[in-house]
Each structure stands twice: as structure tokens, then as C-alpha cells.
């Protein structure tokens, strides 16, 4: 388990084509890959909010593949990132449907 001490936190709203075209499914996966905990949901915008924790340098390379884009068939326009914002801890990376 990572100490609190290290952890960073991160809110993420991504603007594009990342509604119906597999972006949470596969920001899963990727938060998986890099033991970051959190949540990712639609908005009502049409755009995505990531919540996520995890040890420093893994949330950066998170934050780099997310803005990469996750999924093949998202078309990723903008990633407003507010950093150490307040996150609800979790253990696990879940999608809020």
C-alpha cells in the first residue's frame, strides 16, 4: 500500500468525442496499469470527469496516457487538469454510470 504521504491527487475534465466510444472503459484499465485509484463518469456536457489518486509519478504517467487518449475511437480536445484537488479516497478505479 503507498503511503499517504506520497500520494497525489488529480481532477481531470476531458472535452472531445469521449461519450459512447469506450474512453471510460479503457481510462480503467489504463488507472489498473498505474495502481491509481478513483472514478470516471460522463458529464451532462458531453464531456468526462477523472478522479484520481495515486503515487506521484504514477499519476503522472496516467495523466500522459490519458491525454493521449485511452480509447482508438475517442477524439480527445482538451484536458483541464486541477491538481491536489480534493479527491474521495478509494481502494479500487471505478466507472459511474
Known amino acids: 500500500m503507498v503511503s499517504h504521504l506520497t500520494q497525489?491527487?488529480?481532477?481531470?475534465?476531458?472535452?472531445?468525442?469521449?461519450?459512447?466510444?469506450g474512453f471510460r472503459y479503457t481510462t480503467k484499465h489504463i488507472a489498473y496499469k498505474y495502481d491509481i485509484s478513483g472514478t470516471v463518469k460522463n458529464l451532462d456536457d458531453g464531456s468526462v470527469e477523472i478522479q484520481a489518486?495515486?503515487?506521484?509519478?504514477?499519476?503522472?504517467?496516467?495523466?500522459?496516457?490519458?491525454?493521449k487518449g485511452?480509447?482508438?475511437?475517442?477524439?480527445i480536445e482538451h484536458v483541464y487538469m486541477y491538481m491536489n484537488?480534493?479527491?474521495?479516497?478509494?481502494?479500487?478505479?471505478?466507472?459511474?454510470?
Do not use: C, H, N, W
Open 8 to 21: 497525489k491527487t488529480a481532477i481531470l475534465r476531458v472535452t472531445g468525442m469521449v461519450q459512447g466510444v
Open 53 to 67: 489518486l495515486g503515487e506521484e509519478s504514477k499519476l503522472d504517467q496516467f495523466i500522459e496516457a490519458v491525454k
Open 70 to 75: 485511452p480509447s482508438p475511437s475517442a477524439r
Open 85 to 97: 484537488a480534493p479527491v474521495e479516497e478509494r481502494r479500487t478505479f471505478d466507472i459511474i454510470y
